[in-house]
């Protein structure tokens, strides 16, 4: 079964440096999102994207925080000075269609920032 | 302000007995609510999608009710197995424009045991 993947699986940055975190979607979804898990914290929504634009996002994502799809295959999410509260499981996920239609999850970079 | 509430916080029961997991939410405009399966360390898997007209929605031994007036869902699992020990997500999506957002309860951490 096709899956989301997601690399590097941890990654640990000094504060204040720029991270660049990669998911790879399933091939045939045209939805893609990005989520962050903070330690024994809830799910929280950053952003959602479609058709090489954001088309949603939330109050977590702001100016430090941006999305890019290269290419055909990949979606980044890149923190450009990154902070002590940026350590979190940020998860990847993608889905065929917006309406009705399961998200599927990467299963997640854990970010330390030092 | 959209809220997932979840009830119980976590569970512990027996190989081969059945719980049931509660959801009560408060998201406008309501589009449809999820249910996921998080094992530890790994990204969310999604178990069932409902919307506003479906009661009742299975998938092999899950079976998730949702009562839109009342707004609240729950998540019926039977004849337990280890492997069912996970945090269950409740996930309520509200569409905003061309996009759905989707608010995350904390979930239900459940142990099942021998």
């Known amino acids: 079964e096709p899956e ?3 690399t590097p699986s941890h990654q640990v940055t000094q504060m ?6 990669r998911c790879v979607p399933i091939s045939n979804h045209l939805y893609f ?31 430090q925080f941006s999305v890019e799809r290269p290419d055909g295959s990949n979606f980044t999410l890149k923190i450009r000075s990154t902070k002590l509260e940026d ?5 990847c996920a993608s889905s065929e269609a917006n309406l009705d239609q399961p998200q599927h999850f990467g299963d997640g970079t854990r970010l330390s920032i030092l | 302000k959209n809220q997932v509430e979840q009830s119980p916080q ?7 007995k059945n719980c049931t997991l509660q959801c009560n939410y408060t998201v406008s405009p309501f589009s449809n609510l999820r249910w996921y399966k998080q094992d530890t360390g790994r990204g969310p898997v999604s178990l069932t999608i409902m919307t506003f007209s ?11 009710t949702l009562d839109a ?6 998540l019926h699992i039977t004849a337990s197995q280890l492997s069912d020990s996970a945090s269950y997500i409740c996930v309520v999506s509200a569409m905003t424009g061309t996009a759905s957002k989707l608010t995350f309860g904390t979930g239900t951490r459940l142990q ?3």
């Not at chain 1, 989520?35 to 109050?59: D, M, W």
């Not at chain 1, 350590?87 to 998860?91: D, E, G």
């Open chain 2, 54 to 64: 479906e009661n009742t929605k299975s998938n092999g031994r899950y079976t998730a």
């Open chain 1, 87 to 91: 350590s979190a499981m940020y998860f």
């Open chain 2, 69 to 74: 007036d009342t707004k609240q869902s729950s």
């Open chain 1, 33 to 63: 999102y990005w989520y962050r898990q903070i330690l024994g914290q809830k799910v929280e929504f950053l952003v959602s994207f479609y058709n090489n634009e954001i088309s949603e996002k939330s109050e977590i994502f702001d100016d």
């Open chain 2, 112 to 114: 099942v045991t021998l």
């Open chain 1, 4 to 6: 989301v993947t997601q």
């Open chain 2, 10 to 16: 976590s569970l512990i029961i027996l190989e081969g």
């Open chain 1, 16 to 21: 204040g440096q720029e991270v660049i975190l």
